[in-house]
């Protein structure tokens, strides 16, 4: 097979040669032969780059083989940042197969039931997460979305927008260079030269400076200049002779650009539409904690939400089980009795449709249960699918591997039964003014002020005052020579400070019109007032919500009496029919009864939880979520590296009420009829 490669190189070269010629014969006709020589060398070292490369020789970009240019070894990869890699919310790499209906099939059902109460499940989770979880996939569809412990810290210490970086705009600056020049040329004037047409030099400068910009947009600098000078000129007193000059200068805007206000709003830097200053990233820093606090309220929020899920999946299991020992029993005593008959096939038929159910209750499909923004934004209670998924769902969230094998968690909390009423104008005040929502909105609001105070500056032409004052020393020698000698040494004469010079002056510019600060005012006008109308609708909507959570509090807890009395005559109903001897006349109205009485207990325990979940997106629109549940908010502000979250003691009222401030009355339980058996802990 042919070397294409090799071909290539030999063609490059051919071509190459008379180029080369003709380069060469040029140069020997024309310069002298003894730079032709030099530049001959430097183009036959160059042409081989300008004829080209052949794909065969490039060598890998990060080494490694030639054709994985653009890879590396994993083993290679340096560690980026060791930042909280002691963590407790570490990925999990692997996990404990899942509970499958064949458990059940084949009697490997867990054998043991961790009880889990509300107040753990909400502290484990808070203590082994740092992303913010949700129950929609985001954090593979869209993690950049996700909220997690870092977000108002990232935002913080963003080199480009944080406070830092604004800060570092003030923060005083040291720069130093150093050039070092031979110089030989022929000058047509001998005044150029100082008196010679050959003039030959060699030249040092050497310059240090110290900068400083003030919050009132003053500008301090600092500076020394050295140079050191030797040339052949006959006008010289020395052959060589230093110059050192120490240059205090300073420069104050007096219209654009002046004042506190602007520079710490829009930074030294800023222009029109890029405003950075130090005031503007605080507010940044607070819209990302709010989003922080957002977020949280959220996860909490989820955590609620799927632990009475997990709750009334039990329950509906339970009652499940019951119908189906039941209509099992039913069924074996006329299969006994009346083999082959009717009513023995329908009483198989009624014990198929609960095993059915009780199959489907046990595992469940896939279906996100009771989240944020299904229906309102707190959740509204969605019937789950099955004990199973909805176990895997709450330990998703807080942060427990998602199976153990043989265990499976149990709520241990039950819902409350007493009626809480909230004073209207409180709440509404209360969540006004703590919504995150709202809080985000209102420093946006403060942020659109800012940049129109800031940027009506711009509208003003720039006037600046400068000053300068200079000290100035020459000598032959840098230094040693007695203070204030002329001629000896730069830094003695520099010292004597005879020799001063300054200078005052002021520079003016406009541009005429003001096309651009005009357009950037009137957006600024624009972007405040679109923030202010988003507020008002915002506020509205908040008011809104509220006013559905508390009157889905009041018929959520009106229907739990109403289905309380509906159970309890269902099931009164059943024993009633059961009691009897003879079941032929009523054979019909029993089998309708057991189905009567399992939908009747299902709607009784989902009122329960649709109470209690109404109950919690109450304190979730009004954002005491945190407080009810025993927990602060931890501001990186004030000492802690993150926005965090700890536990805090929770008052007794507290825990016996989660409406902080808002008066409540209790009511007798309500206690399901004598007939109805509970469960016994840890049985499904």
């Not at 989770?125 to 810290?153: F, I, N, W």
């Not at 990186?636 to 965090?644: E, I, L, Q, R």
Request: one cysteine or more; a negative charge; glycine letters at 8%.
């Amino acid at each position: 097979m042919p070397n294409f490669a090799s071909s290539s190189q030999q063609n490059q070269q051919q071509l190459q040669q008379p180029v080369r010629g003709a380069t060469r014969s040029l140069f020997l006709r024309v310069l002298s032969p003894r730079l032709s020589k030099i530049l001959l060398a430097l183009v036959s070292a160059v042409s081989p780059i300008l004829g080209g490369c052949s794909t065969a020789n490039k060598a890998p970009l990060l080494g490694g083989h030639a054709d994985s240019t653009y890879e590396t070894e994993a083993d290679d990869r340096p560690e980026v940042s060791a930042f909280d890699v002691d963590g407790d919310d570490r990925p999990l790499a692997t996990c404990d197969s899942p509970h499958t209906i064949r458990d059940e099939l084949e009697n490997e059902i867990p054998k043991e039931y961790r009880p889990i109460g509300l107040r753990e499940a909400i502290d484990y989770a808070l203590h082994h997460s740092r992303v913010m979880r949700d129950l929609g996939g985001s954090v593979l569809l869209a993690p950049e979305r996700m909220q997690t412990k870092y977000t108002a810290a990232l935002v913080n210490a963003d080199p480009r927008i944080g406070v830092e970086a604004a800060l570092s705009d003030f923060d005083p600056r040291f720069t130093a260079s150093g050039d070092f020049e031979n110089n030989h040329r022929l000058l047509n004037n001998v005044f150029y030269g100082g008196g010679t047409r050959n003039f030959s030099q060699n030249l040092n400068v050497f310059q240090a400076q110290v900068s400083k910009q003030a919050a009132t947009g003053t500008q301090y600098f600092l500076r020394n200049f050295t140079d050191y000078n030797n040339n052949n000129a006959p006008g010289n007193q020395f052959p060589g002779a230093w110059n050192s000059n120490i240059e205090a200068q300073v420069r104050q805007p007096l219209l654009q650009g002046a004042g506190t206000d602007f520079n710490r709003i829009a930074g030294p830097t800023s222009g029109v539409g890029n405003l950075r200053g130090v005031l503007i990233a605080r507010v940044n820093t607070k819209i990302g904690q709010a989003d922080f606090e957002l977020g949280l309220r959220d996860f909490i929020s989820n955590i609620v939400n799927s632990y009475w899920d997990l709750y009334f999946a039990y329950r509906d299991l339970d009652a499940k089980v019951r119908a189906r020992d039941n209509a099992l029993e039913m069924w074996q005593k006329l299969e006994a009795n009346e083999a082959g008959s009717t009513q023995a096939m329908a009483a198989q038929e009624q014990y198929l449709r609960f095993e059915e159910d009780v199959q489907n209750s046990l595992t469940g499909k896939q279906f996100f249960g009771t989240r944020t923004n299904n229906g309102t934004q707190g959740g509204t209670f969605q019937l789950p699918s099955g004990v199973h998924v909805a176990e895997r769902r709450l330990r998703l969230l807080i942060g427990m591997p998602i199976t153990e094998r043989g265990v499976l968690l149990r709520p241990a909390d039950e819902p409350k039964i007493a009626r809480f009423e909230y004073d209207w104008d409180t709440i509404v005040c209360e969540a006004i003014d703590r919504r995150p929502e709202l809080k985000r909105q209102r420093l946006r609001i403060r942020r659109r002020e800012m940049e129109l105070l800031a940027t009506r500056n711009f509208l003003k032409p720039r006037l600046d005052a400068t000053g300068l004052y200079r000290l100035r020393g020459f000598g032959e020698t840098l230094a040693g020579g007695p203070v204030g000698d002329q001629g000896v040494s730069a830094w003695g004469n520099l010292l004597g400070a005879d020799y001063q010079e300054w200078q005052l002056g002021f520079e003016f510019s406009i541009a005429i019109g003001q096309r651009q600060a005009h357009v950037a005012v009137h957006a600024a006008e624009l972007a405040l007032a679109s923030d202010r109308a988003l507020l008002e609708e915002q506020e509205r909507q908040v008011v809104h919500d509220l006013t559905n959570a508390v009157a889905e509090l009041d018929r959520a807890y009106t229907l739990c009496q109403t289905t309380l009395t509906r159970f309890r005559t269902s099931k009164n109903l059943v024993v009633s029919l059961e009691a009897k001897e003879d079941w032929n006349p009523n054979f019909e109205r029993l089998i309708d009864g057991q189905r009567r009485a399992v939908d009747a207990e299902r709607s009784f325990y989902q009122s329960q939880i649709e109470y209690e979940v109404a109950l919690k997106n109450v304190s979730y629109e009004k954002n005491s979520l945190m407080e009810d549940y025993g927990f602060e908010v931890l501001d990186f502000d004030k000492g802690h590296a993150t926005t965090s979250f700890r536990s805090r003691q929770v008052s007794p009222a507290l825990k016996s009420s989660p409406t902080t401030g808002a008066p409540a009355t209790a009511v007798p339980k309500p206690e399901p009829a004598p007939a109805v058996e509970e469960p016994a802990p840890g049985q499904p």
